[in-house]
T-cell receptor
Framework: AQSVTQPDIHITVSEGASLELRCNYSYGATPYLFWYVQSPGQGLQLLLKYFSGDTLVQGIKGFEAEFKRSQSSFNLRKPSVHWSDAAEYFC???????????FGTGTRLKVLA | KAGVTQTPRYLIKTRGQQVTLSCSPI?????VSWYQQTPGQGLQFLFE???????NKGNFPGRFSGRQFSNSRSEMNVSTLELGDSALYLC??????????????FGPGTRLTVL
């Protein structure tokens, strides 16, 4: 079955430190891959997406993600975290040929001043 | 361009009642998807509509239904509410004309509380 795994439920980092959020997916072919962020009481905002081509994709707010086919991973990174990055982050896949997103369980990021 | 709007933002109902939630997609978007978000289950796909037709459905009981109108606005209905239906219901819209690129834009959600 298709699934998305975000192994870290909570992550705490200090402001200015680097960040990496992990995402692994289970799917036979390369799906479309996304990272969303959700602030408390808000909907989801798209950070970045991967459809094909360059495996390192740049997104908004200084985020980037790298697609690694051999590891079925799509990890999100940021070189220097800001306090405003505190939120919940969701990885999602959309298997090609479908109109359905499958979301991971999310990683809640806490940023220490 | 206005984003996805959802009404109402908050709802309180009692068990056994029914509820209707509304979603207006981004202008020009013909695909609307609905998700249920709970602390225990995370984000779960309910269904997706395109041009008034349901193209995909998640694993929810028949108490959950939806429809889409000719102007792409969508409603979802939950009948015979249960306590476990308390959740944030998110709507997302997309161009999604072809099976493939499916970037979705989310609304702020409707927070449903069932007492």
């Amino acid at each position: 079955a298709q699934s998305v795994t975000q192994p870290d439920i909570h992550i705490t980092v200090s402001e200015g430190a680097s960040l990496e959020l992990r995402c692994n997916y289970s799917y036979g072919a390369t799906p479309y891959l996304f990272w969303y962020v959700q602030s408390p009481g808000q909907g989801l905002q798209l950070l970045l997406k991967y459809f094909s081509g360059d495996t390192l994709v740049q997104g908004i707010k200084g985020f980037e993600a790298e697609f690694k086919r051999s590891q079925s991973s799509f990890n999100l990174r940021k070189p220097s975290v800001h306090w405003s990055d505190a939120a919940e982050y969701f990885c999602a896949v959309a298997p090609s040929g479908t109109y359905k997103y499958i979301f991971g369980t999310g990683t809640r990021l806490k940023v220490l001043a | 361009k206005a984003g996805v709007t959802q009404t109402p933002r908050y709802l309180i109902k009692t068990r056994g009642q029914q509820v209707t939630l509304s979603c207006s997609p981004i202008s020009g978007h013909r695909s609307v998807s609905w998700y249920q978000q709970t602390p225990g289950q995370g984000l779960q796909f309910l269904f997706e509509y395109f041009s008034e037709t349901q193209r995909n459905k998640g694993n929810f009981p028949g108490r959950f239904s939806g429809r889409q109108f000719s102007n792409s606005r969508s409603e979802m209905n939950v009948s015979t509410l249960e306590l476990g239906d308390s959740a944030l219901y998110l709507c997302a819209s997309s161009l999604a004309v072809l099976a493939g690129i499916n970037e979705q834009f989310f609304g702020p959600g409707t927070r449903l509380t069932v007492l």
